[in-house]
């Protein structure tokens, strides 16, 4: 990641730019037009992808931070997963059949839910304190309701999204398990199976996870033993993003929140959501690029390079590999992420800076700079290499358990010789896809 001296955002920013351009260059859009009516409309939705912002979100913009890779599952308006991904280049399209061939599979668009938001707005009405409610789009037909409620004490925004959850078992369940404090900044949160057979998780952290002293969001998730979500959130403010803070918290207490989304009278409701599709047909849009190492593998490797002495205290294999260690002095976090197909960036990621090539053609670059995420005195000492043929591996230490936090330690617990000897591991190697 390249590392502007006056300004560590600068260097970022130009970074991410050129990777979404790289990605957005493999995109086959045969319909423009229709990729940004559908874009409007996702927009229109954004409830549905909430969960990003204490689960998948946190990690995801995290792994932006260290490798320029962004990497998420995106809740389509159905509720099913639209993956998106930059670490790696995109792939060429495999040539389809013709729009004659009868043969030729269709673009299969996932159904769309249309339930009432005058009945969602009822049952939200019905399951809260009694106060005044401005609900948009009553006479809409959408998975969620959406409005400003206001007991006297100040006004907030209000919000409850239905749909389905992604994925069966524990590929699910990470919608109703609380974040790892290492990524996220909150006050609290709790799970409970409750005697129906349903998880539920109680959040109540802050709309942006590095910023205690911003907009409080507190959420409800319930996860039914159909694998139904139902997610409620509450803001001290009149609006998620931008409006001034209206009152100390949100009106609703962990117990409303809970017999808010525990109500029966959502269960009509949700048998309205549409079933998704089983499979994907070709040409339905983007896929996930392929080749890239998965996060156990990131991890189980990372875990193995890690210098004796250090205790590991917290780990993560989320799309990416991270460890807080502790050797006594302090915590420091550790993050590492493997990027194959980066090659067509290189010139962006090692054009200026401290680089040295290796006699085997592999890009090293050193960086120290400050900590960006507002935790006090921290540092971050990063490693990024990348071989001849685009393979990438960057591996970062700070002087703090979580970036966010303050610094526990005057340096990070892996000097920058350390970094080096990992990131340059030929262990790395061997995660790499054979070729196609």
Same mark, same amino acid.
């Given at each position: 990641?390249?590392?502007?001296?006056?300004?560590?955002?600068?260097?970022?920013?130009?970074?991410?730019?050129?990777?979404?351009?790289?990605?957005?260059?493999?995109?086959?859009?045969?319909?423009?037009?229709?990729?940004?009516?559908?874009?409007?409309?996702?927009?229109?939705?954004?409830?549905?992808?909430?969960?990003?912002?204490?689960?998948?979100?946190?990690?995801?913009?995290?792994?932006?931070?260290?490798?320029?890779?962004?990497?998420?599952?995106?809740?389509?308006?159905?509720? &099913?997963?639209?993956?998106?991904?930059?670490?790696?280049? $995109?792939?060429?399209?495999?040539?389809?059949?013709?729009?004659?061939?009868?043969?030729? $599979?269709?673009?299969?668009?996932?159904?769309?839910?249309?339930?009432?938001?005058?009945?969602?707005?009822?049952?939200?009405?019905?399951?809260?304190?009694?106060?005044?409610?401005?609900?948009?789009? =009553?006479?809409?037909?959408?998975?969620?309701?959406?409005?400003?409620?206001?007991?006297?004490?100040?006004?907030?925004?209000?919000?409850?999204?239905?749909?389905?959850?992604?994925?069966?078992?524990?590929?699910?369940?990470?919608?109703?398990?609380?974040?790892?404090?290492?990524?996220?900044?909150?006050?609290?949160?709790?799970?409970?199976?409750?005697?129906?057979?349903?998880?539920?998780?109680?959040?109540?952290?802050?709309?942006?996870?590095?910023?205690?002293?911003?907009?409080?969001?507190?959420?409800?998730?319930?996860?039914?033993?159909?694998?139904?979500?139902?997610?409620?959130?509450?803001?001290?403010?009149?609006?998620?993003?931008?409006?001034?803070?209206?009152?100390?918290?949100?009106?609703?207490?962990?117990?409303?929140?809970?017999?808010?989304?525990?109500?029966? &009278?959502?269960?009509?409701?949700?048998?309205?959501? $549409?079933?998704?599709?089983?499979?994907?047909?070709?040409?339905?849009?983007?896929? @996930?690029?392929?080749?890239?190492?998965?996060?156990?593998?990131?991890?189980?490797?990372?875990?193995? =390079?890690?210098?004796?002495?250090?205790?590991?205290?917290?780990?993560?294999?989320?799309?990416?590999?991270?460890?807080?260690?502790?050797?006594?002095?302090?915590?420091?976090?550790?993050?590492?992420?493997?990027? $194959?197909?980066?090659?067509?960036?290189?010139?962006?990621?090692?054009?200026?800076?401290?680089?040295?090539?290796?006699?085997?053609?592999?890009?090293?670059?050193?960086?120290? @700079?400050?900590?960006?995420?507002?935790?006090?005195?921290?540092?971050?000492?990063?490693?990024?290499?990348?071989?001849?043929?685009?393979?990438?591996?960057?591996?970062?230490?700070?002087?703090?358990?979580?970036?966010?936090?303050?610094?526990?330690?005057?340096?990070?617990?892996?000097?920058?010789?350390?970094?080096?000897?990992?990131? =340059?591991?030929?262990?790395?190697?061997?995660?790499?896809?054979?070729?196609?």
């Amino acid at each position: 990641m390249p590392q502007n001296a006056d300004s560590p955002h600068e260097g970022f920013e130009e970074e991410l730019g050129a990777v979404l351009r790289r990605t957005g260059d493999g995109f086959d859009v045969d319909d423009r037009r229709e990729l940004v009516a559908g874009g409007l409309q996702r927009g229109r939705r954004r409830l549905l992808r909430r969960r990003l912002a204490v689960t998948g979100g946190v990690l995801a913009l995290a792994a932006v931070g260290i490798g320029g890779a962004y990497g998420g599952s995106l809740l389509s308006p159905s509720g &099913a997963p639209d993956h998106v991904s930059v670490a790696g280049a $995109p792939k060429t399209p495999k040539p389809t059949a013709g729009a004659s061939d009868p043969a030729a $599979p269709t673009a299969q668009k996932p159904p769309q839910a249309q339930i009432s938001v005058k009945d969602l707005a009822a049952v939200l009405r019905a399951n809260t304190p009694a106060g005044t409610w401005e609900i948009d789009n =009553l006479d809409g037909k959408e998975p969620y309701v959406q409005g400003v409620y206001d007991d006297g004490k100040g006004k907030a925004a209000v919000s409850v999204g239905l749909h389905r959850a992604h994925g069966t078992g524990e590929a699910g369940d990470d919608q109703v398990t609380c974040p790892s404090r290492t990524h996220v900044s909150f006050d609290d949160c709790s799970t409970e199976r409750l005697p129906n057979g349903s998880r539920l998780m109680i959040f109540q952290g802050y709309e942006y996870p590095d910023r205690r002293e911003e907009t409080k969001a507190w959420r409800a998730v319930l996860l039914t033993k159909d694998r139904f979500i139902i997610d409620a959130s509450e803001y001290n403010a009149a609006a998620e993003k931008g409006a001034a803070i209206s009152r100390e918290n949100p009106p609703f207490t962990p117990a409303q929140l809970k017999a808010l989304v525990t109500a029966d &009278a959502w269960q009509p409701l949700l048998k309205q959501l $549409p079933v998704e599709p089983k499979t994907k047909r070709p040409g339905a849009g983007p896929q @996930q690029p392929s080749g890239e190492p998965s996060g156990a593998a990131v991890q189980a490797t990372l875990l193995s =390079l890690l210098p004796k002495g250090l205790q590991v205290v917290d780990k993560k294999d989320s799309g990416y590999g991270y460890v807080v260690v502790d050797d006594g002095k302090g915590e420091s976090f550790v993050q590492i992420n493997v990027q $194959p197909d980066m090659g067509a960036v290189a010139g962006d990621l090692f054009g200026s800076g401290d680089v040295t090539t290796l006699p085997d053609g592999r890009l090293v670059k050193l960086t120290q @700079q400050p900590g960006e995420k507002g935790g006090a005195g921290v540092v971050w000492w990063t490693a990024d290499t990348i071989t001849p043929d685009g393979f990438r591996v960057v591996v970062s230490a700070f002087n703090t358990g979580a970036q966010h936090e303050d610094a526990t330690r005057a340096e990070p617990a892996l000097s920058m010789e350390q970094l080096k000897t990992i990131a =340059l591991s030929t262990d790395w190697l061997r995660l790499q896809a054979p070729p196609e």
